[in-house]
């Protein structure tokens, strides 16, 4: 079965700082993976998937099928980064949302 | 840019009573799908619905849940009898047809369904 972990419920860093977000999946087949937003009273959204490489709001992630992780990572928070993320690999035509990581940037 | 939109944004029952969650999808999308999300814990999934019948559904997904799509526009979530943990946001969302699994979907606002 499809399984996707992200090991922080919460996640603290001061504007400027470097910020990753572990997701870890357990996958049969190759693996296409999406990154979810929840901004505050918004609506999720996606933020990127890595089957197109390519680099939202300075987010960028790799997909390690070595490690079977796919980490969001941004070099410099901002403040406006601060919202729920899911990492969410695709179940045929569904996705399996991981637990989410709140990341929260601080001033 | 097209949305889905939900409505209503927040609905409040009592124990046992039927609710109806509406959504319009974005126009040209194909498959549509119902997730929740109890306060605090993750998005899960619900039932996923493509050329007028349930594709795929989960075991949260029981006798007391339905879906419809009764016109061209409208996708409903119906609970037959709820119950005080049904309390939760339920989103709606939408993909076009594209091939391949798992395209990017889009979603509603939620509707927070508050059982007493």
């Known amino acids: 079965a499809q399984r996707v972990t992200q090991p922080e419920k919460l996640l603290s860093v001061f504007k400027g700082a470097p910020v990753e977000l572990k997701c870890n999946y357990s996958?049969?087949?190759?693996?296409?993976l999406f990154w979810y937003v929840q901004y505050s009273r918004q609506r999720l959204q996606l933020l990127l998937r890595?089957?197109s490489r390519e680099s939202i709001k300075g987010f960028t992630a790799d997909l390690n099928k070595g490690e079977t992780s796919f980490h969001l990572k941004k070099p410099f928070a901002q403040e406006e980064d601060s919202a729920m993320y899911y990492c969410?690999?695709?179940?045929?035509?569904?996705?399996?949302f991981g637990p989410g990581t709140r990341l929260s940037v601080l001033p | 840019e097209p949305e889905v939109t939900q409505t209503p944004s927040h609905q409040v029952t009592q124990m046992g009573q039927e609710v109806i969650l509406r959504c319009v999808p974005i126009?040209?999308?194909?498959?549509f799908y119902w997730y929740r999300q109890i306060l605090g814990q993750k998005v899960e999934f619900l039932v996923s619905?493509?050329?007028?019948?349930?594709?795929?559904k989960s075991e949260i997904f029981d006798d007391q849940f339905s879906v419809e799509r009764p016109d061209g526009s409208n996708f409903t979530l119906k609970i037959r009898s709820t119950k005080l943990e049904d309390s939760a946001m339920y989103f709606c969302?939408?993909?076009?047809?594209?091939?391949?699994?798992?395209?990017?979907?889009?979603f509603g606002p939620g509707t927070r369904l508050t059982v007493l």
């Open positions: 969410a690999p695709p179940r045929g035509q569904n996705f399996v």
């Open positions: 619905f493509y050329n007028n019948e349930i594709s795929e």
């Open positions: 126009s040209n999308h194909l498959y």
């Open positions: 890595h089957i």
């Open positions: 969302a939408s993909r076009t047809g594209l091939a391949g699994g798992g395209g990017e979907q889009f």
């Open positions: 996958y049969s087949g190759s693996p296409e």
